[in-house]
């Protein structure tokens, strides 16, 4: 039954790489949004394009700075013998955590701009770094995992509750040590 298990949590090397460019293709995209919010005040096509103006250059260079370093840092975490037998619980939580923050920079990029740029500007190479640590402390790993993905689905929540819009800015750090947390929980062998 072991064998048959990890033969399935098996990546293949050209599959993990194809995993880590589709994630940071997703960050790039998401960086793009962000960034149209706060450089351009929108994210609109038509004003990323037509009224942003001088502004469009920093946006680029926001989405090239996200692509250049998950290009990068993918190029290691793929070819890493400490990534391989984590990398599909790792690349999950990876997944689930930039859907999180992808709906709510769609649902209210005003609200969520800043903070979608500070975690994209290295804290989720940061969860990643920190994965392959204690991979044997199970119990410990999935409650980190599972307790940090629920903490941050209710953190991004309160952005669409009034009441706790005025405390926007005060739970920053708690978004970006749950979504650090949620990488590192995920970072566990069987």
């Keep these: 039954m072991r064998e048959k298990e990890s033969k399935y949590e098996h990546v293949e090397l050209s599959h993990r790489a194809l995993l880590m460019t589709a994630s940071v293709v997703v960050k790039s995209f998401l960086m793009a949004i962000a960034a149209s919010q706060v450089f351009c005040g929108g994210i609109e096509p038509s004003i990323l394009f037509f009224q ?103 953190l991004l929540t309160a952005h669409f509750i009034p009441a706790f819009q005025e405390f926007g800015s005060s739970y920053t750090l708690g978004m970006m040590v749950s979504s650090v947390l949620g990488m590192f929980g995920a970072g566990r062998g069987k």
């Design 52 to 154: 942003c103006g001088t502004n469009v250059g920093y946006v680029a260079a926001s989405v090239a700075a996200v692509a250049l370093m998950g290009g990068l840092f993918g190029n290691y975490v793929v070819r890493l013998k400490t990534f391989e037998p984590i990398f599909a619980r790792m690349m999950k939580a990876d997944f689930i955590i930039t859907a999180m923050y992808f709906a709510v920079s769609f649902s209210a990029p005003s609200m969520i701009a800043g903070k979608v740029m500070i975690w994209l500007f290295g804290m989720w190479v940061l969860g990643m770094l920190l994965a392959p640590f204690n991979r044997e402390m199970t119990i410990l790993k999935k409650v980190t995992e599972y307790g940090s993905l629920v903490a941050l689905g209710a």
